[in-house]
């Protein structure tokens, strides 16, 4: 990959040194009467990629669209860069620099890769430095850069998961949350994707991860938690985590 400026967020976190860029505590979100995270903490180094994995249903979705602001939390605080940010709208969030990749790669199907380039960075609040901003991506993802003019909802898959990131970055976030970005893709794409993940943090960004594919994500993590039933029940570097006891978690014989 070519290598470019890192981008720079307009408001730049500032950070106690030893304080996380993301912190969460006690976070708890209810459908209903369904309680599908009870109560967890979490803590993201910046600069760090940290990766939360676990089976289908423990709650890995709804932590996220939680600390995006998609969800309302039944309890629980959220600092981020500094701030108590719990009660903050989901635009405010995206301003502040967090950025959410969701599920499914949602893109808009009936624009332009282009179009749904700008939008991101319409995100911000600041939408000054767009070409650059775009040549950044383009850099990033040369795939994206050929086909500009392309309706996204034409795009292959993996080209839509490049677009649904790319368009989170022209946010210009310091954090990027990303769901599932591997999703039914092609072994070649998967790759590509995680390699990405690895660029976007060595330009100084800082990733949190839901990846169900827990070998790969403990490949790439600094630390990764697992989730069971909406607790998170093991933590650990990546490097230190043990794929057997990773594997009895999933199975939930060892809770
Ligand atoms: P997956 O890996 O399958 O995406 P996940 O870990 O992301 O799973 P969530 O999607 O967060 O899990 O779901 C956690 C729990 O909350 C599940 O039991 C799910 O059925 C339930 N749930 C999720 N969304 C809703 C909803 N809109 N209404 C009711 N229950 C929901």
Redo the contacts with the bound molecule.
């Keep these: 990959m070519s290598p470019i400026a890192p981008i720079v967020h307009p408001i730049e976190p500032t950070l106690h040194p030893t304080e996380p860029l993301l912190q969460v505590a006690g976070l708890a979100v209810s459908?209903?009467r369904?309680r599908?995270?009870d109560g967890i903490d979490l803590a993201v180094e910046p600069g760090r990629i940290v990766s939360l994995v676990?089976?289908?249903?423990?709650?890995?979705?709804?932590?996220l669209?939680a600390l995006s602001g998609l969800l309302p939390l039944a309890s629980g605080r959220i600092r981020f860069a500094g701030e108590d940010i719990t009660a903050l709208a989901p635009e405010l969030r995206v301003a502040r620099g967090i950025a959410h990749v969701p599920?499914r790669r949602r893109v808009f199907a009936g624009m332009s890769v282009r179009e749904n380039l700008v939008l991101g960075a319409y995100a911000r609040g600041d939408a000054v430095d767009i070409a650059s901003d775009l040549d950044r991506m383009v850099a990033l993802f040369p795939r994206l850069g050929e086909r500009m003019a392309q309706l996204a909802g034409t795009l292959s898959g993996g080209e839509q998961q490049m677009l649904a990131i790319a368009r989170g970055l022209m946010s210009r976030p310091s954090l990027l949350i990303m769901?599932?970005p591997t999703m039914g893709l092609a072994p070649q794409m998967i790759d590509l994707i995680l390699d990405t993940v690895l660029e976007i943090r060595k330009q100084g960004m800082t990733v949190l991860l839901?990846e169900?594919n827990a070998v790969e994500a403990m490949r790439l993590s600094d630390h990764v938690y697992i989730?069971r039933l909406?607790r998170i029940v093991h933590e650990d570097s990546g490097a230190n985590i043990d794929p057997e006891r990773v594997k009895s978690f999933y199975l939930g014989a060892d809770s």
């Design positions: 459908y209903g369904i599908a995270v676990g089976s289908n249903g423990a709650g890995k979705t709804t932590t669209m599920e769901d599932e839901v169900q989730m909406g």
